[in-house]
């Protein structure tokens, strides 16, 4: 039997029909089935934070008599909030870039998070600016083509370990494919950043 047909065979075959159509359900389910345990976490990681800002507006309101010292806190309790909100630690002219690109009302937490990284103060100067270096397409393209493969290897485990009609091989292929798709998601956070700032250099020329 050729290559061909062992393909055709696959396909014909109603039980892989099955187990696929099993594990896509699964797997489009896992994102809702995981997101009480994120938010606990997010919960968890928020309380620190909080209870600095806390710590800073406390501080603030015992030192004024000292006004360099006051303003000094005022500022830290602006960055203190952005951080909260928006999850950047970043400094203040920073901040306000991005506080400037979030008032069009495009541009969600995660995409200011990623763009944040292509943010720099030329030396010599006050006011930030985007900048995409060779490095950056380099690594962009690099992170594209490595989350393609990563997945792709996962979608062939799970194909390859499904076709065996077992619980074991189902579970080690659903699970080969699940971490395949997280990693290649982290992986591809370089190129997506990449996009995000292409399209903000871009949204920026056109004003």
Known sequence: MDLY??????VDDNRLTAVI???????????????PLFKT??????????????????LRSSTSNNPELNQYLEKAIELEAF???????????????????AQDGTWTKQQLRLLCKHIEIPEGSTEPRLAISTFDKMTAAWSAIAAMVICAAGSTVFVVSAYQFS???LITGAGSLAISLTLGRFVVDDYLSYRIARRTQTLMQHR
């Open 21 to 35: 159509s099993a594990v896509v359900t699964m797997l489009s389910l896992l994102p809702k089935l995981l997101s």
């Open 167 to 169: 619980l074991k091989g």
């Open 83 to 101: 951080r909260l909100a928006s999850g950047i630690s970043t400094s203040e002219a920073k901040m306000k870039f991005l506080l400037r690109l």
């Open 41 to 58: 976490l997010q919960t968890h990681s928020w309380q620190p934070a909080r209870k600095t800002f806390e710590q800073l507006k406390s």
């Open 5 to 10: 047909q062992q393909a055709q065979a696959l």
